[in-house]
């Protein structure tokens, strides 16, 4: 069955350190590629997305992931974490269903960001 | 940006009551919305996808009479817990993609159904 797996289920940084988040997916085929935010007591949000194109992805608030077909990953990064970034962190992917195109998401990575 | 709420956020009920939970697309029309269920410190799970004007398709384990889902229009979509029990309570998560989207969904607050 298709997964998707974080490998980091709670991550613990300073202010200003670095950020790379790993997700890897079981999926042979076409698939789109999506990293969520939920920040405490808010709903999810998209922080940042891929279908086709240059692999390297910009997405809002600094964070960037890098699609690598051969590994099948589309890891999350962030140059310089704030205490704002607090949050638990979701990668998903979107197969091809019956044309509905669900979203599988991993198990979440939880992120503290201490100052 | 577009906007989906859902109602209510929170709901406490006795065991053997059903409720209805609303989700809707404020500012766009969604054909197509998802059912998730988030277990504490858990991932999202998808229960089933709801399509407007006909019925809905569930995930495996999910069980259809018990989770009553009705899209009858392209902005509403109702999830109805029948008969709940204690092992219902849940958090409950709907999204909604655009008719004429790229394959984004956008989430709703959630519900928090807590079975008494």
């Known amino acids: 069955a298709q997964s998707v797996s974080q490998h980091n289920h709670h991550v613990i940084l300073s202010e200003a350190a670095s950020l790379e988040l790993g997700c890897n997916y079981s999926?042979?085929?076409?698939?789109?590629l999506f990293w969520y935010v939920q920040y405490p007591g808010q709903h999810l949000q998209l922080l940042l997305k891929?279908?086709?194109?240059?692999?390297l992805v910009k997405g809002i608030k600094g964070f960037e992931a890098e699609f690598i077909k051969s590994k099948f990953s589309f890891n999350l990064r962030k140059p310089s974490v704030q205490w704002s970034d607090t949050a638990e962190y979701f990668c998903?992917?979107?197969?091809?269903?019956?044309?509905?195109?669900?979203?599988?998401f991993g198990a979440g990575t939880r992120l503290a960001v201490h100052p | 940006g577009a906007v989906v709420s859902q109602h209510p956020s929170r709901v406490i009920c006795k065991s053997g009551t059903s409720v209805k939970i609303e989700c809707r697309s404020l500012?766009?029309?969604?054909?197509?919305m998802f059912w998730y269920r988030q277990f504490p410190k858990q991932s999202l799970m998808l229960m089933a996808t709801?399509?407007?004007?006909?019925?809905?398709?569930?995930e495996q384990g999910v069980e259809k009479d018990k989770f009553l889902i009705n899209h009858a229009s392209l902005t509403l979509s109702t999830l109805t817990v029948t008969s709940a029990h204690p092992e219902d309570s849940s958090f409950y998560i709907c999204?909604?993609?655009?008719?004429?989207?790229?394959?984004?969904?956008?989430f709703g607050p959630g519900t928090r159904l807590t079975v008494t």
């Open positions: 999204s909604a993609r655009e008719t004429y989207g790229a394959y984004e969904q956008y």
């Open positions: 999926y042979g085929g076409t698939v789109n």
């Open positions: 891929y279908f086709s194109g240059d692999p």
């Open positions: 998903a992917v979107t197969l091809p269903s019956g044309g509905y195109n669900k979203l599988i």
């Open positions: 500012d766009f029309q969604a054909t197509t």
């Open positions: 709801s399509n407007e004007g006909s019925k809905a398709t569930y």
